[in-house]
């Protein structure tokens, strides 16, 4: 018997809204990042020490803190006591499982500094081993959700601490890159997570920008990570508050 092409049509429509379903979950979804077992077992044993009082956590712009921004590093934020738990290509699952693997278990710092949520939005299209081979992507609405979980599993594991969240840089080379248009919008939504009590919100990406919004190779050579320059702006435009929310 022919199968009636409306409910030909119903499969169809189910189907593609199973995988939808799917797919917006992944930005929530905890998963450990491929490749980066070394990287979150040394975090682990950071936080097993129970020494650092600041912590930078994000993604490769993070993690370049102990690359072309070292030097900038030692100048701000060692004398804080600070450990850099950035990992290159992290999205807000990784986040979310490195938290729930041991990351910040026997610390007790007074202020994280927390970025991400561009690889959400870069790594659109690609298939992710980590879950299953599934053909990732992440709406603003969804990075925004995977950033939300991140602040609150850090309020749960350190209610002593503060957390200055960071929106999203800018990448590509002007304000009609699609990628950074995503990654606005999800700065429009996670601007709304500041209590001004334990959660802060801070918006640099003006420094980072020329006048007319374009983004400058002499600071972000590949529109996307900062360079030394770059982390000197960061740290200067930060500095402040990190103090302040530090009691320093």
Do not use: C
Not at 18 to 44: C, R, V
Not at 133 to 143: D, F, K, N, P, V
């Amino acid at each position: 018997m022919k199968t009636a092409p409306f409910v030909l049509l119903a499969f169809t429509l189910i189907a593609t809204a199973g995988a939808k379903d799917t797919q917006k979950s992944l930005a929530l979804s905890p998963a450990p990042h491929p490749g980066k077992e070394a990287a979150h077992e040394s975090f682990n044993e950071i936080s097993k020490q129970g020494e650092a009082q600041l912590v930078f956590l994000g993604d490769s712009i993070t993690a370049g803190w102990s690359g072309k921004g070292k030097e900038v590093w030692t100048q701000y934020w060692a004398p804080l006591n600070a450990a850099n738990f950035g990992i290159g290509g992290d999205r807000t699952e990784h986040i979310l499982w490195r938290l729930q693997n041991g990351n910040y278990d026997g610390l007790k710092p007074k202020l994280t500094v927390l970025m991400i949520g561009t690889n959400n939005t870069g790594h659109e299209g690609r298939s992710m081993k980590e879950h299953g081979g599934a053909i990732y992507s992440s709406s603003a609405e969804e990075t925004a959700a995977g950033v939300t979980a991140i602040v609150d599993l850090l309020k749960e594991k350190q209610p002593q601490m503060k957390i200055l969240l960071l929106a999203i840089f800018p990448r590509g080379a002007d304000s009609e890159d699609p990628k950074r248009r995503k990654n606005e919008a999800a700065n429009e939504i996670i601007a709304k997570l500041a209590d001004d009590k334990t959660v802060y919100f801070m918006d640099i990406n003006e420094q980072l920008l020329e006048e007319d919004g374009t983004l400058s190779k002499e600071i972000m050579p590949d529109l996307l990570h900062p360079n030394a320059a770059g982390y000197e702006i960061w740290a200067k435009a930060i500095e402040g508050k990190v103090k302040e929310l530090m009691g320093e």
